[in-house]
């Protein structure tokens, strides 16, 4: 539950699973697997141990008092948890809805320009697990609005691997028509153009333009 909400792709009916899964989950916990789990199988041949009633299903070493405690605390708990998971991943509770698996969200950091190089890092933050976000521009600008770098989806589709580092499993990868960023990655992007070389010092705009329309803006200084 908490797992996959911190990607922030968990949509109302994972959450339902995920919240039935910890109240299931904690209510066999406190009444025990029965005859038919694979501790009372395992039990009888296993030591006898403080510690391993409280790990497997069987009769808690609790008085009626204790345990009515437990199971009012664990509920009160649970009853909290469904609050709160339920208003961070949607607003069920108060604010408008929302849901972050509709739309791409990117993260840009450590952008520089250094020489004729310019470097950043992209992480993909929110949106579809099981749809990319589409990078169709990488635009600089200068303080003025002038565009300095155009990068457009063609170019990006053939944008050289060995200037894409990695950090995680999910990769970024140039694709068809645009570079593919998936849910999860996090990757340093490198470009070479000799228009950096003579740039002068001044605060300038790095634009990541989606295929749907999204941007997200990034200020560099150059010193």
Known sequence: LLGSGGLGTTCLDEWQIGILGVSAGFT????????????????????KNKWLVWLTSGELPLSIKQFSKVAISGAVLLFILTLYTNQVFHNGIWGPLHNKSVKPELKISNAKIQEDILTFKVYRIEGADVYGSFLIGITLKDENGKTILQKNGEELARFPLTRIKNDYVAKVAPGK????????????????SDVFMDLPKSDYELILTDISGITWKEKITVN
């Open 28 to 47: 066999i916990f406190l009444s025990g697997g029965g005859k038919y789990s694979l501790d009372y199988l395992l039990l009888p041949k296993l030591s």
């Open 177 to 192: 028509h645009s570079l593919i960023i998936p849910l999860g990655s996090k990757a340093t992007l490198t470009i070479r």
